[in-house]
């Protein structure tokens, strides 16, 4: 037969199915994602990971996979000594807490996205954001609003910021300052 398919047509054509139907079997599972759940969310808040001991209002959080909990406004999310928790603020936009690190959701709505860093630090990864959307963070009176992509760090402890790519405005009572990376 041609390319090994045998001369019988029902044979070639059942021969040719399979191969069909595996072409297929494999592209279906080579589309499904081998590691990571994508998240749509339309509010603020949904914990998109969590390692170790992490609470919210004092109560731990356990997540299965696939199961994603949101941080509501007026929440407090916190880590322990060896707890770290990630957080999609917004689309693009992810909030990670380190150990020791407590953050409290002062508005988890996409257009107005506060968060209020009470201790430890976080780290800001700003990869997109989208119009529409506004992220910015209250620590020790100072409000910081990340308008452009980049990476920030905030230490609550130390009352400090971070930019290390990007710029942050900051506002503390009338003085507002844009700080840049260095």
Partial sequence: ????????????????SMRYGCFWLC?????????????????????????GEVAIDGIGIHPEFAEFPDLKSGQVLAT?????????????VFLRLAENSSVRMLSNSLADTRIAVIFGSVLIEAGELLPNNAVSFQIQGAQ?????????RIDADAARLEVFDGQALVTLDDEKVTARKG
């Fill in 1 to 16: 037969g041609v390319d090994g398919c045998p001369q019988k047509a029902h044979d070639c054509l059942r021969g040719g």
């Fill in 27 to 51: 592209l279906v599972l080579a589309s499904v994602p081998a590691g990571a759940q994508s998240v749509i969310s339309a509010h603020s808040g949904t914990i998109h990971y969590v390692e």
């Fill in 80 to 92: 322990s000594s060896e707890g770290r928790a990630e957080v999609l603020l917004t689309p693009g």
């Fill in 144 to 152: 910081i609003a990340i308008p452009k992509k980049g990476l920030y």
